[in-house]
Nanobody
Framework: QVQLVESGGGLVQAGGSLRLSCVASVTIISLDVMGWYRQAPGKQRELVAG???????NYADSVKDRFTISRDNAKNTVYLQMNMLKPEDTAVYYCNADIITRFGVRLRGIWGQGTQVTVSS
């Protein structure tokens, strides 16, 4: 079963940085429509940053100028660089993407298992 696997979460002090990575669990052709989401306790899952058609990028207002989404197509990996972290950034962060399998099948809207980010004050 093809899955997305996130890594890079952890505990960091306010003002610190983390870089999250997301990669498919098996060999694939490519990722598409990639995005990072987060869900804090008691809150709905929200979009943090994502690629749209034409390589445009959307950021949540709360993370603009602090977070950067990027991708390495050769490695089929998407990243989220998080700088100047705040306690309110504490959440489980999820990767979401369409996966183009090595058989050419598009699997739409695949979620990773999530990685915990905790920012202490």
């Amino acid at each position: 079963q093809v899955q997305l696997v996130e890594s890079g979460g952890g505990l960091v002090q306010a003002g610190g940085s983390l870089r999250l990575s997301c990669v498919a669990s098996v060999t694939i052709i490519s990722l598409d429509v990639m995005g990072w989401y987060r869900q804090a306790p008691g809150k709905q899952r929200e979009l943090v940053a994502g690629f749209t058609s034409g390589d445009n990028i959307n950021y949540a207002d709360s993370v603009k100028d602090r977070f950067t989404i990027s991708r390495d197509n050769a490695k089929n990996t998407v990243y989220l660089q998080m700088n100047m972290l705040k306690p309110e950034d504490t959440a489980v962060y999820y990767c979401n993407a369409d996966i183009i399998t090595r058989f050419g099948v598009r699997l739409r809207g695949i979620w990773g298992q999530g990685t915990q980010v905790t920012v202490s004050s």
